[in-house]
């Protein structure tokens, strides 16, 4: 069983940046591969991006293309979501998710077994 729990949401004015922080408690993301989600009020939950348990391949969304960067230290104590250039439309609940160990990265829901709380990001306009 793996907890994860996001920090670093908040309040952004249009333009600007948040770094997301997931981390594992009591332990590190080694095996697993992360990804981030997001779901917006009355929207179904989105692919935001992903990286491998390796660290070798990451995934984007299209609509974060260009603008997010997912990355890990080498230990994999923590996965991170650097945002930039932050939309009105990036308003959401962030939510990080694991694979079980060795699982490759996708880009649904159905591929995550371990999932935080969530944190929530404002961007206003």
């Known amino acids: 069983q793996v907890q994860v729990a996001e920090s670093g949401g908040g309040l952004v004015q249009a333009g600007g940046s948040l770094k997301l922080s997931c981390e594992a408690s009591?332990?590190?993301?080694?095996?697993?591969?992360v990804g981030w989600f997001r779901q917006a009020p009355g929207s179904e939950r989105e692919f935001v991006a992903a990286?491998?348990?390796?660290?070798?391949?990451?995934s984007y969304g299209d609509s974060v293309k260009g603008r997010f960067t997912i990355s890990s230290d080498n230990a994999k104590t923590a996965v991170y979501l650097q945002m930039n250039s932050l939309k009105p439309e990036d308003t959401a609940v962030y939510y990080c998710?694991?694979?079980?160990?060795?699982?490759?990265?996708?880009?649904?829901?159905?591929?995550?077994?371990?999932w935080g709380q969530g944190t929530q990001v404002t961007v206003s306009s």
């Open positions: 998710a694991a694979t079980k160990p060795w699982m490759g990265i996708g880009t649904t829901r159905a591929a995550y077994d371990y």
């Open positions: 009591g332990r590190t993301f080694s095996r697993n591969s």
């Open positions: 990286i491998t348990w390796r660290n070798a391949i990451t």
